[in-house]
């Protein structure tokens, strides 16, 4: 059956079997999948958060009792405040109460359980909130009674001091029969202290403390009938008198404070009730949390059993499919070999044909040619591709002959062009000697190709300087490239600069290419342009006034006087504008404005302006400036800056000496008739008239008069 068909179609009848095992395969793997998805869906989206939610509820009930447990222990409201809070707990059991509600809200049996549990726990939440605040009242109460012992101690001490203090005083008068009657209402009143140690230790045994009572109310209706009968007899003594007053008032407030309606007899009553309520409400909080965790272990046990039944017979199912799968791939791995065997058989002896003729093609047997059967199969398609192979092959070869002619002639052209540079250009072996050099290299180095030949490329550079002894080293100094100092082969001294490349020849070796340039001439030139820049460097920072070097009205360079000038430093002005040595504004524009019209065609311009210091002091200066470039002002101009306020003033003051009298410092003669005349044009052209009045001051006039007005 398949003896004529082509390898393309039993290829495609290869595909064709291994699609449809592919998909049979496919199908039941899916139908495995879809059973482990629902096994898992089942264990993921039911089992487990029914698990989780359980040991949740169990949880919040758990923490609930351990914290009921803890405000039970507190001992002040402090301590008692922090578990006032239990709404994370409630909310807790809530959430997860609710989602077990929602996955069995279609089980009858089920939602009554978890009603009956959320039922259990509302319940112990209300006994919760009742014993917090029985145990926050017995906290105040005992906090209540510790102030009521304080305060019967002070007024027991109260006593104690007044029938002291009376004794002191009856003593020093030597009234003793008076302290013998004293001493029962002492006694008394000692027992009564007495009785605030004795009472409160035991205030947990209502039978002792009732006992207690009663000896208190012995004791102090016996201290009353003691101050009653004090008081009937007649001392004649105010001071004693008094003291019995106030030793009765002490006794009824401290009746008051020990039986009173909010005496500590009370308190001590409300404590055993709430003790009682507090006793009663935690075995009742007991049966409550006893029955939710029965009730809690109950609903667990009836919501796992269907879950993990279902979990059970979809693994079942996935374990039956999975030994179908496998018999199923047993079946087509057997076809797919036998499939194999007949197709191997059917490719094996064309190949076989073809690694013959590749053999002896790769022998240079290029005339060897398959032979073509009638058949379109793909062997006699790759037949005929390696006939075509070959004559193309033959062709190619005639080609490269032409090629290599060719390349040839290219390397004379190449070997012309390096002639004709002016640099030199040496090609070295590895070790960096010379095999091939240009005839600029020839003239640069002073020596014939024959004689360089051979010669290593550091003969030529003073390495010792440059502390290099490689040609890696070399290589990378400076990236390959740099100016070195030399001697030509001749032995004359020469600046050079060097460049080296590393190429590879095409049979894995090293080659290094070297081009070098004589710039002797250049460094000469370079060295005399240094001196002349120093020199006039020199000249512009000793210069007696201010230079700059102004472009655009920015600062570009400025010598030494400018900066003590303007009481500047170079590096905080060069690069700004020049408006800070301008008093304002409207004088760096108009003087900017007016300069231009000169700087712009390339004239000189000269003024004198005031201008400013850094410190704000104003100074007259004379300017002169010039652009570098008269075909080019926009290159930038260099300005001189003369400080010339000293001129100015002196001006001034010699204008002022040539109008002014010294003697008097009033205006001299000159300026008289210069004012006179003046007035006299004026008059004139508004047709009026000008009175002249002589006034002798100080008798000034018989100096004018005898000596005449040019002397006075």
């Not at 030793?247 to 909010?262: F, H, P, T, V, Y």
């Not at 979809?314 to 194999?340: E, G, K, N």
């Not at 007949?342 to 003729?357: A, R």
């Not at 000159?670 to 006034?695: P, S, T, W, Y």
Request: aromatic content about 8%.
């Amino acid at each position: 059956m398949f003896k004529n068909w082509s390898i393309k179609r039993l290829l495609q009848a290869w595909a064709a079997m291994t699609i449809i095992a592919v998909l049979i395969m496919g199908t039941m793997a899916h139908y495995a999948n879809n059973l482990m998805t629902t096994t898992q869906s089942v264990f993921s989206e039911q089992l487990l958060p029914i698990e989780k939610s359980r040991r949740e509820l169990s949880q919040a009930a758990l923490l609930l009792f351990q914290r009921q447990q803890q405000f039970l222990d507190a001992s002040s409201t402090s301590e008692l405040s922090q578990f006032a809070d239990k709404s994370v707990i409630q909310q807790d059991f809530e959430s997860n109460w609710q989602q077990l509600a929602t996955l069995f809200a279609e089980e009858e049996g089920a939602t009554l359980l978890l009603k009956n549990v959320h039922e259990l726990f509302l319940a112990y939440i209300e006994l919760d909130s009742d014993l917090f605040t029985l145990r926050q009242e017995r906290i105040e109460l005992d906090i209540q009674v510790i102030d009521k012992q304080a305060s019967y101690e002070q007024l027991s001490q109260s006593l104690v001091n007044i029938v002291q203090d009376l004794n002191k005083r009856l003593n020093s008068e030597g009234l003793n029969n008076v302290i013998l009657k004293f001493t029962s209402i002492l006694e008394d009143i000692s027992e009564l202290r007495l009785l605030n140690y004795k009472l409160f230790p035991q205030t947990n045994d209502l039978a002792t403390f009732v006992s207690m009572k009663q000896i208190f109310d012995d004791v102090f209706l016996s201290a009353e009938a003691n101050v009653a009968r004090l008081h009937s007899e007649s001392f004649r003594l105010d001071y004693v008198n008094n003291s019995l007053d106030s030793i009765k008032n002490q006794l009824e407030a401290l009746r008051i404070l020990m039986d009173g309606s909010n005496g500590i007899f009370a308190i001590e009553k409300r404590i055993h009730e709430n003790q009682n309520r507090l006793l009663m409400k935690k075995k009742q909080a007991l049966i409550e949390m006893s029955q939710l965790s029965t009730s809690l272990n109950q609903l667990s046990q009836d919501l796992n059993r269907d879950s993990y039944q279902s979990v059970i017979n979809d693994a079942q199912h996935a374990d039956r499919s999975w030994w179908q799968i496998v018999t199923l791939l047993i079946v087509i791995m057997l076809s797919v070999l036998i499939f194999a065997y007949l197709l191997f058989n059917k490719i094996t002896h064309p190949i076989t044909s073809i690694k013959d003729s590749m053999k002896a093609l790769s022998e240079g047997r290029f005339e060897t040619r398959m032979t073509i059967t009638d058949s379109q199969n793909e062997i006699s398609l790759l037949a005929r591709d390696f006939n075509h192979f070959s004559e193309v092959t033959q062709k190619l070869i005639a080609d490269y002959s032409k090629a290599k002619v060719t390349l040839q002639h290219g390397k004379q052209q190449l070997s012309a062009l390096l002639n004709g540079v002016p640099e030199a250009i040496l090609s070295l072996n590895q070790l960096g000697e010379i095999i091939d050099i240009n005839s600029a290299g020839e003239s640069i180095l002073r020596g014939s190709k024959q004689q360089l030949e051979g010669v290593h490329l550091f003969h030529f550079l003073n390495t010792e300087n440059y502390h290099i002894d490689s040609m890696d080293e070399l290589e990378f100094n400076g990236d390959g490239q740099g100016e070195y100092e030399g001697q030509r082969y001749d032995g004359t001294d020469f600046s050079l600069w060097l460049s080296l490349n590393r190429i590879n020849n095409g049979n894995n070796e090293i080659m290094w290419v070297c081009v070098i340039a004589d710039i002797t001439k250049w460094k000469q030139t370079n060295q005399q342009l240094k001196q002349m820049t120093a020199e006039l460097n020199t000249i512009l920072e000793n210069a007696m006034v201010g230079i700059a070097f102004i472009k655009n009205r920015h600062i570009i360079r400025v010598n030494k006087k400018f900066e003590e000038l303007f009481q500047v430093k170079r590096d905080e002005i060069e690069g700004e504008k020049t408006r800070f040595i301008y008093p304002s504004d409207s004088a760096f524009e108009q003087f900017g404005e007016h300069a231009a019209q000169y700087i712009s065609v390339g004239d000189s311009y000269e003024a004198e302006l005031e201008l400013v210091r850094k410190n704000g002091e104003r100074f007259w200066c004379a300017l002169a400036g010039k652009p570098i470039d008269a075909e080019g002002p926009e290159d930038g101009s260099i300005w001189l800056f003369e400080d010339i306020t000293a001129q100015r003033e002196n001006e001034d003051r010699l204008t002022k000496l040539a109008s002014i009298d010294s003697l008097t410092g009033l205006p001299n003669r000159g300026v008289f008739n210069d004012r006179l005349e003046h007035a006299l044009h004026k008059a004139e052209r508004n047709q009026g008239r000008v009175a002249v009045c002589f006034i002798d001051l100080d008798h000034f006039k018989h100096i004018n008069d005898s000596l005449g007005h040019k002397a006075g």
